[in-house]
């Protein structure tokens, strides 16, 4: 069965300091993940994917997330945070096991401090 | 924006009602999903469509069933609402076919529902 487990609820940065928000995932096939955004009162907004490519993957805005097997994680990073990255931040798998899924984490509330 | 339509943005209900949300995907996707997102969480799968099928399911019962017409759009229903059925629901459409598995999904604004 597939999880995902998003290893802080919340994380406070300064701007102009770097960003990790945590994921860790499982899954039984080759799954896909995404990090998705989502700030108040708007919609959710694709970041990155990795689909088994590249296991550094560069998505919108200067994230990044680097895919690793061994240790079922998918963390994003950004190298400078800006006030507009405040925002609520979701890890997602998606696979084929049982029929397809796509599974959300609980979500990282990102704070950014001026 | 996306180019993911969803009627109505709002609806209000009363327990034991039930309810059809719409959706309309972005032009050239052929695969809708959806999600329920409770207040403070994140979205919960519900289900997906595609090629008018549904093709995988999670944990919700069978009172929450859809469709996908031969345009792609979608509809969710809803039998039997409960209190704990008010949430935001999401649709996301995708494009699946050949090697492109697992594509990326771009969601809609959503419908909040309330079940007074």
């Known amino acids: 069965a597939q999880s995902v487990t998003q290893l802080d609820s919340h994380v406070s940065v300064s701007e102009g300091t770097p960003v990790l928000l945590r994921c860790n995932y499982s899954s039984s096939y080759s799954p896909s993940l995404f990090w998705y955004v989502q700030h108040p009162n708007k919609g959710l907004q694709l970041l990155l994917k990795y689909t088994s490519a590249a296991t550094l993957v560069k998505g919108i805005n200067g994230f990044e997330a680097e895919f690793k097997k061994s240790e079922t994680s998918f963390h994003l990073t950004k190298p400078s945070a800006h006030m507009s990255d405040a925002a609520e931040y979701f890890c997602v798998v998606s696979d084929i096991g049982g029929g397809f899924k796509t599974i959300f984490g609980a979500g990282t509330r990102l704070f950014v401090k001026a | 924006e996306t180019g993911v339509t969803q009627s109505p943005t709002h609806l209000i209900k009363t327990r034991g009602q039930q309810v059809t949300l719409r959706c309309s995907s972005q032009?050239?996707?052929?695969?809708v999903s959806w999600y329920q997102q409770a207040l403070g969480q994140g979205p919960q799968f519900i289900f997906q469509y595609y090629r008018e099928e549904e093709n995988g399911r999670g944990n919700f019962p069978p009172r929450f069933s859809g469709l996908q017409f031969p345009n792609y759009s979608s509809e969710l229903n809803v039998n039997a609402l409960e209190l704990d059925d008010s949430a935001l629901y999401l649709c996301?459409?995708?494009?699946?076919?050949?090697?492109?598995?697992?594509?990326?999904?771009?969601f809609g604004p959503g419908t909040r529902l309330t079940v007074l």
């Open positions: 996301a459409s995708s494009f699946s076919g050949g090697s492109l598995r697992y594509n990326e999904q771009f």
């Open positions: 032009s050239g996707h052929n695969t």
